[in-house]
């Protein structure tokens, strides 16, 4: 497959504090990247280093197998990018904000036809190309907003947050928008608080802390590796204290789960424990593993680099 962007040793401060630390990462052309990490990983400083919004202290950018740094004017055109602020302009109807970013961008008449009819088919925006955005629906607004994007020759899009604010069934959309984008080998930077659309994109991961990639890799490989289960205990009043759990609002949490014992073992010895017998237990929830409980054990790991 082509790279669509390769990374090498990024490194980038501000006022003495370093941002980025070394990132390394190869996006092959089409592939979905789910970009996550907690505050003040580095995300946003990145995503401006690989649309050539800021340039690193060092390392190179590789955008389609062209060094950006070089061909910054060049390769702008191949970029589209949807922040999570709202870029659309209010007394506009669809129609005319999607042409409008078509003409602003350098696409033929021709072109603007083309793109236009391929953004409201892909985002759904078909019935309200002839209303005001000013009019249209939180999630018609973010729909619109990421279909501007695509109002150019982008082969990478970046979207930050794209369903904030949407309804669950623009947020679907949104999601169908992007997987039909990636058969069509457009390569996609996703970054997103709400974990479970990377599992409904079934997104590479690429989790950034501190500046560097801690890992990367496929859904599938990042739960085998990282996702651990967890047992929840719910009770009437107050939570008894117990050995080996942990008070997390108002329920216990089993701490560690022993790869030679189940939960019904944990089940058992807490049920004969003194403690809770003094107190009417309500509920028990066992959670799978998924991508948050992933995402906590990456954030609990020392930091190494990829692994």
């Excluded at 008894?240 to 609002?249: A, H, S, Y």
């Amino acid at each position: 497959m082509t790279l669509a962007i390769k990374l090498s040793q990024i490194y980038k401060s501000f006022n003495k504090h370093p941002i980025l630390n070394g990132v390394n990462l190869e996006v092959q052309q089409g592939e979905i990247i789910g970009l996550l990490g907690p505050n003040g990983a580095g995300k946003s400083t990145l995503i401006k280093v690989m649309t050539g919004l800021t340039n690193p202290d060092s390392g190179e950018v590789w955008l389609l197998n062209n060094t950006l740094s070089k061909n910054k004017h060049r390769l702008r055109k191949y970029l589209g990018i949807a922040p999570q602020e709202l870029g659309i302009y209010p007394h506009l109807t669809v129609k005319q904000n999607l042409q409008s970013f078509g003409a602003l961008n350098g696409l033929s008449t021709k072109q603007i036809k083309e793109k236009y009819l391929q953004v409201i088919g892909i985002f759904k925006l078909k019935k309200c190309e002839n209303q005001k955005a000013v009019n249209l629906s939180g999630g018609q607004k973010r729909r619109l907003h990421s279909g501007i994007a695509l109002m150019s020759q982008a082969k990478i899009i970046f979207l930050d947050e794209p369903t904030v604010g949407a309804d669950v069934d623009s947020r679907n959309q949104i999601i169908c928008a992007v997987k039909s984008l990636s058969k069509q080998g457009v390569t996609i930077i996703y970054t997103t608080h709400y974990l479970q659309e990377m599992e409904a994109l079934n997104a590479r991961i690429v989790f950034l802390n501190q500046g560097i990639v801690q890992t990367t890799g496929s859904l599938e490989r990042i739960l085998q590796k990282f996702a651990r289960p967890s047992l929840e205990l719910y009770f009437n009043n107050q939570l008894p204290d117990l050995k080996g759990w942990e008070r997390e609002n108002d329920h216990l949490k089993l701490i560690n789960l022993e790869n030679n014992r189940t939960y019904v073992d944990y089940l058992q010895e807490a049920l004969n424990d003194p403690e809770i017998k003094k107190n009417q237990l309500t509920n028990v929830k066992i959670l799978k593993s998924n991508l948050e409980s992933a995402y906590h054990t990456l954030l609990e790991k020392k930091i190494t680099g990829e692994n």
